[in-house]
T-cell receptor, first 113, second 113 residues
Framework: EPEVTQTPSHQVTQMGQEVILRCVPI?????FYWYRQILGQKVEFLVS????????KSEIFDDQFSVERPDGSNFTLKIRSTKLEDSAMYFC???????????FGDGTRLSIL | KQEVTQIPAALSVPEGENLVLNCSFT??????LQWFRQDPGKGLTSLLL?????REQTSGRLNASLDKSSGRSTLYIAASQPGDSATYLC????????????FGKGTKLSVKP
């Protein structure tokens, strides 16, 4: 069964550095999402992406964050200047169409030192 | 603002028991509700998706019901097995959103052999 794949599985970065998290959504899916989960807390929505543009973003998704779909297969989340509180598990998700379920990747654990 | 609550936070049952996990949401204007399973350190596996017009969905030993007017959903697991041990998350897509999901904190299930 097709899967959403995320790389790397674990990223350790110094505070203030830029980090790029990568995702390959399921190939025929049209809607793409990033979520994060701080240890012990709820999964939180960050941003949704459709038709090559951001369709919705949360208060968490400030100017430090950006997303790109550079080549029709990858979907990336960039954090420009990381902070300690950015440490979390970041999940990418995709879905085929509006009435279909979202499918999640295994996540990238981001640790900011 | 939509809030999703899951009760209980943790549940331990002997193998073979039938069990019910509860999810409640504050705003009944939802598009759909999705149940996920999360294993430790892993991503989210979609279990069932219920559209707002539906009352229930079934997949194998799992049955999810939705009572939109009262803001509740239940996940029924029949004949539980040790392999069912995981955290179960409930998430709703609110009516005004572009598809982002709002999650509960989950119920951590432990099925003892």
């Amino acid at each position: 069964e097709p899967e959403v794949t995320q790389t790397p599985s674990h990223q350790v970065t110094q505070m203030g550095q830029e980090v790029i998290l990568r995702c390959v959504p399921i190939s025929n899916h049209l809607y793409f999402y990033w979520y994060r989960q701080i240890l012990g807390q709820k999964v939180e929505f960050l941003v949704s992406f459709y038709n090559n543009e951001i369709s919705e973003k949360s208060e968490i998704f400030d100017d430090q964050f950006s997303v790109e779909r550079p080549d029709g297969s990858n979907f990336t989340l960039k954090i420009r200047s990381t902070k300690l509180e950015d440490s979390a598990m970041y999940f990418c998700a995709s879905k085929k169409d509006t009435l279909y379920p979202q499918h999640f990747g295994d996540g990238t654990r981001l640790s900011i030192l | 603002k939509q809030e999703v609550t899951q009760i209980p936070a943790a549940l331990s049952v002997p193998e073979g028991e039938n069990l019910v996990l509860n999810c409640s949401f504050t705003d009944s204007a939802i598009y759909n509700l999705q149940w996920f399973r999360q294993d430790p350190g892993k991503g989210l596996t979609s279990l069932l998706l219920i559209q707002s017009s539906q009352r229930e969905q079934t997949s194998g030993r799992l049955n999810a019901s939705l009572d939109k007017s009262s803001g509740r959903s239940t996940l029924y697991i029949a004949a539980s097995q040790p392999g069912d041990s995981a955290t179960y998350l409930c998430a709703v897509r609110s009516g005004g959103s572009q598809g982002n999901l709002i999650f509960g904190k989950g119920t951590k299930l432990s099925v003892k052999p």
